[in-house]
Structures are given as C-alpha cells and as structure tokens.
C-alpha cells in the first residue's frame, strides 16, 4: 500500500530531476577551470556582447510593444473591416522563424537586392551617389525579431482588452473620453501584467536567438557561447557564460514578478462586446486597416510569397533525396520529443491532482524550467550529463569484457530529443494542466467509490475527459520540435541533419532558394498551433 501510495509521487520526482539535470549540470560546469580563455574574453569581447544583447532585447521588446499592443486593440475594441481574417493573420508571423525572414529581407535590401536595384534603374544613380540604410546591423536584427515575435504581446494584449469589464468603458464615454483617450487612460493600465508576460516571452525568445543574429553579424552572449565552445573548443568557458545568460534571465523574470507584486485586478468581464467596441470612420477606418494588413504583409504574407517563388523555381534542385532524408529525421525527432514530454506531463500533473502538497506541486513546476533555457545555453547542460553516461556504459562494457558501445547516447538523436523533451515539456504541462483543473473532483472521489485505483482512474476517467489537451499538447510540441535550431546545430551527430539546421546550412551560405522548399515546410506545419489558440481564443469569447 505504501508503494502503491507513493509510485506516481516517486516518479513525478524523478522526472523532474531529470529534466532539471541539464540546468544544474550548466551551473556545476560553469565552476570548473576554464583556463585564461575566459578571463581573456570577459577583458576583451564581452563586454561588447553584452552591451549587444542588452540593446537587442530592449529594442526587440519595443517594436514588440509598438506592434503588438495597438494590433490587439484595435482587434478587441474597434469594428474594422475585414476583423475576421485580421484576428487570426496577425498571429500568422509567430510560424515565420526569424532567421528565415532575415535572410529574406537581407536579400531583398542588399545592394544587389531588388529594392537597390529598382532605385538605381529609375534614378540612374551609382553605389556612390545615395546612401542606403544597411540590413546587417543590431537595428535590422532588431526590427525582424520584433517583426517575428510581437505576435506574443498581440495575443495576451488580445484577450487582456477583450476580458475587460464594460462598465469602465462606458463609464470613460460618459466621462467624454474619445478612443485614444480610452486606451491610453483606461485599458492599457488594466492590460499590463497580458503586456509583461508577453514582453518576458519576447525577451526569452530574443535571448536565445542565433540563427538571426549571426547571419546579421550581430555578437550577443549566444554567439559567443557557440563560438567559445566549438570554435575555441573549450566548453568550461562556454558553460560560464550560459550561466550568466541563465542568471540573467532569472533575475528579469523575478524583477517582472516583483514589479507587479502588489497589483491586483479584479473585474469581470463583459458578454456585450458588440455594444461597446468604436465604429471607427473616414482616416481612423484607412489607418486600421493600412496599419494592420501592412503589419501582416511586411511580417508574414510578402515573405512567404517570396519563399513560395523560390521553391516553385528551384523545386527540382531542392527535392532531393537528402531532403527527404533530414524531413523524416526532423519528423521522427519531434514525433518522439512530443510523445516524451507528454507523457511527463501527464505523470507530473495527475500526480499534483492525487497528492496536492508543496512537494507534488514543485516536481511539476521544476519540470516546467527548461522552456525559460535558450536553446544555445540548454545543449550545453545536456552535453555534459550525457558523456558522462557514455563514459560510464563503456567503462562496465570494458569491465564486463564486452566490446564497447562508443557514444551511444551524445552520438545518437538521444540528445536532441533530451533536449527537446526538457525545453518544451512547459508546453505539455500547461496544456494538460489547464484540462485537467477543468475535471470536478467529484469525479475522482465517484471512482474511488467504485473501486478504481489511481492507474485506472487517470485511464477510465481523466484521459478520456482531459484528450482534447494531450492532443493538444503533443500538437505543440511536435511543432515546436520541428522548428528548434539552437539545441540542434549544438547536438546533432556527425553526418545528421534536421529541417531546421538544414535550412541554416543553405541560408547561411547565401543559398536561400534551395532553401526555401523546407523552408516553406516548416512555416506551414507552425500555422498549425497558430489556429488552434487563436480558435481558443475565440471560443473563450
């Protein structure tokens, strides 16, 4: 009986140290010698990415904001033409990964681009008659990470202005307020802890970013992890700066939390939305609508258009055999990483329902730490735990007198798929939390009642209540698995590619029309989430 009590607690446990393993693995390998390297780069070049970093979230977070949040208001708040398609399109840029739209936009704003070419064509100017702003700078890394990355403050904005109470906005067209003043004195106070979890979200995201920055030539703290570790080759130095970076995104996260610490809204909200959105006309009307089909245009649809011209004209050279091969690799990583993680979602969230105590709820919070771990900064942790393990299978293979293994595990997908199953187990978790807080617990009590032990009540009972969110769950991270470049330009083996790193090999070497076939197949397959939270989102109001 005892066993049988503690058995899902023992394994919510163990799952969670597993996936905490990489994290704690980083910081202990952070405090061992690293010889003079370190020493040399913190006297010489890290200042500089530092200052790089810093300006690069900080104006990532700005663009986000100045895109995001007047998108979702006028979505939520006003009738514009055309709302319908706007709500969902204006999510659409989360599918594009950044570094594909920059490569994008570097081709088209370079000199030999088609812009410059077009301007010199009808002004019959020179290279040395005009000045051209330059696309490889921290302002153009800036601009297409905002571009890619404000759609997450555009959504929380969303629902924060569409779950506020009527009564304050109609109490603000008594008061003689106009719509601007509405905004500005009314719903953007009441929507700031949607705009601070969507603004931590971007400055996560943006921390993490590699494929971007290098091909922008921008040094940040990532590209100097990737360059310390495999073109110095010295992984102790590279371990210290992910623990600064890590450190670094602990402490702005807390700061954002304590922030808000002493704010407290409570309102409820209002179901006669269509009674209180502005009826916008004559230039507020034209700008609505220039503002957000341009916003969509510009971020997602020229884009994929000029993706789509690329894989139609270059179809042949790009379907190949070794396409197909890296498609079924990227396909068989993400389909395992998702069956992985929402299997330790399932454990640790029914494990919190059974025990509800400190200890059942810190295993599934300690699981969920992985997702705030830039990708760059995650392989490093999970190296390192990894070889150590083949060290040891080889050691008891000599033992036993067996012919050894080699790198089983850090020379096999074994490691990417760690490394997915611990950065995005988060997403598996909510998913499945936020079902399984919906199911009464009447009906755990009525199967105890009727003789079901804990197995058979999560089968009989939750699973077939809560599938909708595993099917959920497994959808997300299958995509975002499909899609991860970080962890796998890091820890992928000799000879294997994944689509992601694929399309970063052909892009970076200024190849982007053979890459646009895989290209265009992963922004199609990350339209797929897209949709189904803004379908959330929409029944939800």
């Known amino acids: 009986m005892m066993f049988k009590r503690y058995f899902w607690l023992c394994s919510s446990g163990m799952f969670a140290l597993l996936l905490i393993l990489p994290i ?101 100017w020179t290279a040395s008659d005009y000045w051209f702003p330059d696309i490889r700078t921290l302002f153009g890394a800036t601009y297409v990470l905002a571009l890619v990355l404000y759609p997450y403050i555009y959504l929380m904005s969303r629902s924060a202005f569409m779950e506020q109470n009527v009564s304050l906005l109609q109490s603000a067209r008594l008061l003689g307020c106009s719509s601007f003043e509405s905004f500005r004195r009314v719903s953007l106070p009441l929507v700031r802890p949607a705009v601070a979890v969507g603004l931590s979200l971007v400055a996560m995201e943006t921390l993490g970013d590699f494929g971007t920055v290098s091909y922008f030539a921008v040094n940040t703290l990532t590209t100097a992890v990737y360059d310390t570790w495999l073109g110095y080759s010295n992984l102790g130095a590279a371990a210290k700066i992910s623990a600064i970076m890590l ?24 179901t006669s939305r269509e009674d ?16 957000c ?14 993706l789509a011209s690329y894989a139609y004209d270059y179809f042949t050279q790009s ?60 392989a490093i942790g999970v ?45 598996a978790i909510g998913s499945v939390e936020s079902n399984l807080s919906k199911v009464s617990p009447s009906m755990d009590m009525a199967s105890r009642t009727m003789g079901c032990n804990e197995t058979q009540m999560l089968r009989r ?35 294997f590619e994944t689509l992601a790193t694929y399309v970063y090999n052909f892009a970076s070497d200024e190849q982007l029309e053979l890459a646009a076939l895989p290209a265009v197949l992963l922004v199609l397959v990350g339209l797929i989430p897209l949709l189904i939270v803004n379908r959330s989102l929409e029944r939800a109001h």
């Not at 089909?293 to 000029?306: E, K, R």
């Not at 299978?393 to 089983?408: C, R, S, T």
Request: glycine fraction near 6%; charged fraction near 10%; include cysteine.
């Open 461 to 495: 009972v939750h699973f077939p209540m809560i599938r909708r969110g595993i099917l959920v769950a497994l959808l997300l991270v299958f995509i975002e698995s499909m899609k991860e470049l970080n962890a796998a330009l890091l820890l992928r083996p000799f000879n």
């Open 247 to 270: 450190v670094v995104i602990v402490l702005f996260l807390s700061g954002e939390r304590y922030s808000r610490r002493k704010q407290k809204l409570f309102q409820t909200s209002y």
């Open 383 to 427: 190296l390192s735990p990894i070889l150590k393990m083949d060290h040891w299978i080889n050691d008891i293979a000599q033992m036993m007198h067996f012919e050894q293994p080699g790198l089983v595990l850090s020379g096999s997908m074994f490691a990417i798929v760690f490394a997915m199953v611990v950065r995005f187990s988060a997403v």
């Open 24 to 124: 704690v693995s980083l910081f202990y390998l952070s405090t061992e010698e690293a010889g003079d390297l370190f020493s040399h780069l913190f006297a010489t070049v890290l200042p500089t990415y530092t200052l790089n970093t810093l300006l690069l979230v900080i104006g990532v977070m700005g663009l986000s904001l100045f895109f995001g949040v007047p998108s979702a208001w006028l979505m939520a708040m006003c009738r514009v033409p055309g709302e319908k398609w706007l709500q969902w399109a204006l999510v659409l840029p989360l599918a594009m990964p950044g570094y594909i739209v920059g490569y994008i936009y570097t081709d088209w704003f370079d000199y030999s681009g088609p812009i410059q070419q077009w301007l010199r064509d009808i002004t019959g």
């Open 319 to 378: 379907w190949t055999s070794e396409f197909k091969t890296y498609a079924l690799s990227s396909l068989k990583i993400s389909v395992i990483a998702a069956f992985l993680a929402t299997f330790v979602a399932i454990v640790v969230n029914f494990t919190n329902r059974l025990h509800n105590s400190q200890h059942s709820l810190f295993f599934m919070r300690a699981a969920s730490l992985g997702y705030a771990v830039p990708g760059t900064v995650l």
């Open 293 to 306: 089909w341009g916003l969509v245009s510009v971020a997602f649809i020229l884009p994929l258009l000029q």
């Open 276 to 291: 209180v959105r502005y009826e916008l006309r004559g230039w507020q009307k034209i700008g609505a609508i220039l503002w």
